[in-house]
């Protein structure tokens, strides 16, 4: 199969190639054949970009994909609300065919939004039936992804109960039955890695668990070639100091572990991560609601490989990926002028730029999900994950095609995205998912959401009062 996009200006994110006002990218069997102006291809089905964008699919670092179901119910919602709500009320009161619905549908969002890789963090799993439906609500809905297996054990260790760091709290039984869903998982849907969805593993953050049950759990993870995704240093509570200190001294950090957050890490623990190859991934619109901090993308990209971005919770904010890149380009740049406003200085220098926000979207997104060889960039051998973002509207008239990069940052959101390709295959296509029958998936939802808040009307609502204690929190 053989796709010719024609005209498009192109934003490669490939420092060889650059960008392009007008030129032509040819893919074939999935992947970047070329890329430049005189680029031609007989036979091949042709795509109009003459008034679009062509850029790389976008990479989501961090969602809790599973919680699609209740979007938005967290709006006004801070970490102990999101914890009493989510972790402590509704978790258990889930199905499998509800994870299924989030999951699915939460992966039909992101292709929508033009992500086309996401790290999805899957804590929710209450027995094996629940990650079956997860993994292929995922697989289901064709997006990329890494499917973040959680290893909390929902139903006995929450963050009600005062657990963390304390060696009483170990259950080396429920480990075993935890590892063992883990590897059915593995070896049921993930034998290859020549797929769009890979494996992970969340281990449970230090604030709920000993030391020791969380580094039997990155054990398991590294066992089983898993990458790992991880809560750190996200709120401000007695337990959450110096994770990355913890995780340096027990030998846990390395490349194939991706760090959510790390609001609060020490310049110490940020130097303790400086040559380890571990990722970080900056969730700014949940952070900065939520109280978890402020995003830290100038210590990410000083002590990491670079940041990516996540959107972390659809239960508070929107999946568009565009407008949240600008939000943290913004805020990371007031930021950066602060010093000069606290002298009384106008600033006079952009520390930041829109071809750092496009990174962060992008080549870093990529690498911080494990799967930088393959997409990122539209580099020719590269997989052809691909979004043209429309700006023939009222909205875009007179953008900057001579900086098409730019232009999607400060011009664009998406409800620009008309066509994305995801290995090659169209999924989106004139503003309209074509690879799915979407009145059906929305009727799965529908279903899913109309029984949860049966659920939450039946038991309290979504955060019973009075408010259960959290001692994390509240000593």
């Known amino acids: 199969m053989r796709i010719l996009i024609e005209n498009a200006a192109v934003v490669t994110m490939d420092p060889a190639l650059g960008e392009f006002e007008r030129a032509n990218i040819l893919i074939e069997d999935g992947r970047i054949a070329a890329v430049g102006p005189e680029v031609a291809a007989d036979g091949a089905e042709r795509i109009d970009a003459s008034r679009m964008i062509a850029m790389p699919g976008m990479v989501d670092t961090h969602r809790h994909t599973w919680q699609t179901?209740?979007?938005?119910?967290?709006?006004d919602g801070n970490i102990p609300d999101y914890l009493r709500g989510f972790r402590i009320q509704m978790a258990t009161r889930y199905r499998p065919q509800d994870m299924y619905a989030g999951n699915y549908l939460g992966g039909l969002d992101a292709l929508n939004s033009g992500v086309t890789t996401l790290v999805d963090y899957c804590h929710n799993i209450l027995d094996l039936d629940y990650a079956h439906?997860?993994?292929?609500?995922l697989r289901d809905s064709g997006v990329r992804g890494l499917y973040g297996h959680g290893l909390v054990p929902v139903t006995s260790n929450t963050w009600s109960e005062e657990q963390g760091g304390q060696e009483a709290g170990s259950d080396p039984s429920g480990l075993k039955t935890r590892a063992a869903?883990?590897?059915e998982i593995r070896s049921t849907y993930f034998s290859s890695d020549d797929q769009l969805l890979r494996f992970g593993i969340a281990p449970q953050e230090l604030a709920i668990a000993p030391v020791a049950d969380v580094k039997a759990e990155f054990d398991l993870a590294r066992e089983l070639g898993a990458r790992i995704t991880f809560h750190a240093n996200q709120v401000l509570v007695r337990n959450l100091f110096e994770d990355v200190e913890v995780l340096h001294r027990h030998g846990m950090l390395g490349e194939d572990l991706l760090l959510v957050h790390c609001t609060f890490n020490t310049p110490h623990e940020w130097e303790l991560l400086?040559?380890?190859g571990t990722t970080v991934s900056v969730c700014a619109e949940t952070e900065m609601q939520m109280g978890m901090?402020?995003?830290?993308?100038?210590?990410?990209t000083r002590y990491t490989p670079g940041p990516g971005l996540g959107i972390d919770c659809t239960s508070s904010t929107g999946a568009d990926m565009i407008s949240h890149a600008r939000l943290v380009l913004q805020a990371t740049r007031w930021h950066a002028d602060r010093p000069d406003y606290d002298a009384m200085r106008a600033p006079t220098q952009m520390r930041w730029t829109?071809?750092?926000?496009?990174?962060?979207?992008?080549?870093?997104g990529a690498r911080a999900a494990g799967v930088g060889d393959l997409v990122g960039t539209l580099t020719p051998g590269k997989r052809a994950d691909v979004v043209l973002l429309d700006m023939s509207g009222v909205s875009q008239a007179g953008w900057n095609r001579r900086e098409p990069g730019a232009a999607v940052i400060a011009q664009t959101n998406s409800g620009n995205v008309d066509t994305v390709l995801v290995d090659g295959r169209?999924?989106?296509?004139?503003?309209?998912?074509?690879?799915?029958?979407?009145?059906?998936?929305?009727r799965t939802l529908e279903e899913s959401h109309a029984y949860l808040n049966d659920q939450m009307d039946r038991h309290g609502g979504f955060i019973p009062q009075p408010p259960v204690e959290l001692p994390v929190f509240d000593r």
Do not use: Y
């Open 69 to 75: 179901g209740l979007r938005g119910i967290l709006a």
């Open 133 to 137: 439906a997860s993994v292929e609500g």
């Open 181 to 183: 869903w883990a590897r």
């Open 274 to 276: 400086d040559g380890t």
């Open 293 to 300: 901090g402020f995003p830290v993308i100038d210590e990410a």
């Open 354 to 364: 829109t071809r750092d926000a496009l990174e962060w979207l992008t080549v870093n």
């Open 426 to 442: 169209i999924v989106k296509r004139g503003g309209r998912l074509v690879h799915v029958d979407v009145p059906a998936a929305l």
